[in-house]
């Protein structure tokens, strides 16, 4: 090689070097992306609340303009279908192992049971917007909700049943799934100690649409009042098949009763139903500007206000942790924690030493299709 070659050569070396170097320092490092996982039932039966509780957290990342820190946000939503926990761990799984996220978002009861085991190993956060069996407080250090318990809200229900309702002799019809069994495992000890005496627990299978055996059972014990723990359109089917019956009861709801799939499956015999629910304040100003904005975006009404607000106020506790923390698990735990008397669209929360939501309960009535507080 000739020395002009050898010349030749080396400047193309350095020149080469040079700009590898100049790349390496001025390339802008590729864009950390702050991902949620959200797994929740959007399709099947179970589609209103998932979608409600999709919006509400959808909202939330709007009005920030998908950014945090400066950083944008990826939601990645997984559909459980009818809150399925086979498909829930398939999905968990694959948003820490794929997508490698490390906050989540799980709708239902026994998804979120499902999913505790896989969080809580990987030391990921789990934060449930309408999750309420008594279990998940014991589900893990990593697990929390901004939903009521079924503890909590049953517990309520069984005093007040005595002490302001004054209906002492009940029967309880509840589906046979984590939210109906916790939900009445937590009432019949609280109503019971409290003076009363369940003449009839009958369970059905959830999903069912024919509730006239149970019904039948019911009201040959003639009870004074009748507690109806269901989900979704159930608690409408029910009232209509009381009604059909001709069973003289005042009917009670849990908190998943007052929703507009009721009211549309049961007309007027749900009218008159007294139910539990978050102390959800539907004339509040942030209240409708929240349903407003559902509204504007997806061109409904909400199917189900309550996991809307749930929804929202899970995704703001996640955003502010993460904003506050940064997209870092401990700190998001640690900050989570430390949530007391926070102003949210659901109610006030406070979240306890097991990652529970306390907040306020209220009881609410039908009045001409519309939930109105119900007034003693």
């Known amino acids: 090689m000739t020395k002009t070659a050898k010349t030749i050569l080396w400047v193309v070396i350095i020149v080469i070097v040079i700009g590898a170097i100049w790349y390496g320092l001025t390339r802008k490092p590729a864009e950390e992306v702050i991902k949620i996982g959200v797994i929740t039932p959007l399709s099947s039966d179970m589609v209103n609340w998932g979608e ?3 919006g509400g957290i959808e909202i939330a990342v709007d009005e920030r303009n998908s950014i945090i820190n400066g950083k944008p946000i990826q939601l990645i939503f997984e559909d459980n279908k009818a809150c399925d926990s086979k498909e829930t761990v398939t999905a968990m799984r694959k948003l820490i192992d794929i997508d490698k996220v490390k906050v989540t978002l799980v709708g239902c009861s026994g998804a979120t049971m499902s999913a505790a085991p896989i969080a809580e190993e990987n030391q990921v956060i789990l934060l449930t917007p309408m999750a309420s069996a008594g279990q998940i407080s014991q589900a893990g250090d990593f697990v929390f909700r901004t939903s009521i318990s079924d503890t909590a809200m049953g517990k309520f229900l069984g005093k ?6 004054n209906f002492k002799k009940i029967a309880v019809l509840y589906a046979n799934n984590d939210y109906g069994v916790g939900f009445f495992n937590n009432l019949k000890p609280s109503f019971e100690n409290s003076g009363g005496e369940i003449l009839q627990a009958e369970e059905y299978i959830f999903g069912a649409t024919d509730f006239r055996t149970n019904l039948t059972k019911i009201k040959a ?9 269901s989900y979704g359109q159930e608690g409408g ?3 209509k098949q009381i009604k059909e019956l001709d069973i003289d009861v005042q009917i009670i709801g849990g908190d998943n009763f007052g929703t507009q799939e009721v009211v549309e499956a049961g007309g007027e015999a749900v009218e008159g139903a007294i139910f539990t629910t978050p102390a959800l304040d539907e004339t509040k100003p942030e209240v409708i500007e929240l349903k407003e904005k559902f509204q504007n975006k997806y ?3 909400p199917p189900v206000l309550i996991s809307v607000a ?8 996640l955003l502010d942790a993460i904003e506050e923390k940064g997209y870092n698990p ?3 735990k640690d900050y989570l924690y430390s949530i007391k008397d926070y102003p949210g669209i659901s109610g006030v929360i406070t979240i306890d030493e097991n990652g529970d939501a306390v907040k ?3 009881i609410q009535t039908i009045k001409n299709g519309q939930f109105v507080p119900y007034e003693e």
């Open 52 to 54: 409600s509780m999709k």
């Open 237 to 239: 089917l029910i009232a």
């Open 360 to 362: 306020p309960v209220s």
């Open 299 to 301: 061109g409904k009404e």
């Open 330 to 332: 401990f700190g998001i």
């Open 310 to 317: 749930d929804g929202y106020d899970a995704a703001n506790l």
């Open 160 to 165: 007040y049943l005595i002490e302001k309702l």
């Open 221 to 229: 014990k003639s009870p004074e009042a009748l507690v109806v723990i």
